[in-house]
């Protein structure tokens, strides 16, 4: 049964950064791609970052370059996602995924398996 548990989430302000972290059960890493996604309150889930198993290939979403930062520790069977001068928009629950491959798809049905979500609240 393979297990993601997402951790650090909380309440912020704006223009502080935050780290939050996926943690899957032993052996449930595999040689997979890892993405995380997040949704806003009244919005549709969406893509935000994903990492391929060696970590050489990094896709972010267009509006999050240069402030979110994905890095895994394949060791350790997590992944970390280092979030720098968040914004009120950047409120939503946090969710990590394993991919059904290597490849770091953005696409959510690309994706197998899911964690329960982690909250991050940026207040103003």
């Known amino acids: 049964q393979v297990q993601l548990v997402e951790s650090g989430g909380r309440l912020v302000q704006a223009g502080d950064s935050l780290r939050i972290s996926c943690a899957a059960s032993?052996?449930?890493?595999?040689?997979?791609?890892m993405g995380w996604f997040r949704q806003a309150p009244g919005k549709e889930r969406e893509f935000v970052s994903v990492?391929?198993?060696?970590?050489?290939?990094?896709v972010y979403a267009d509006s999050l370059k240069g402030r979110f930062t994905l890095s895994r520790d394949n060791a350790r069977n997590t992944a970390f996602l280092q979030m720098n001068s968040l914004k009120p928009e950047d409120t939503a629950v946090y969710y990590c995924?394993?991919?059904?491959?290597?490849?770091?798809?953005?696409?959510?049905?690309?994706?197998?398996?899911w964690g329960q979500g982690t909250q991050v609240t940026v207040s103003s």
């Open positions: 995924a394993l991919g059904r491959s290597t490849y770091p798809y953005t696409r959510q049905e690309e994706y197998a398996y």
């Open positions: 990492i391929n198993y060696s970590g050489d290939r990094v």
């Open positions: 032993e052996g449930t890493f595999g040689f997979n791609a």
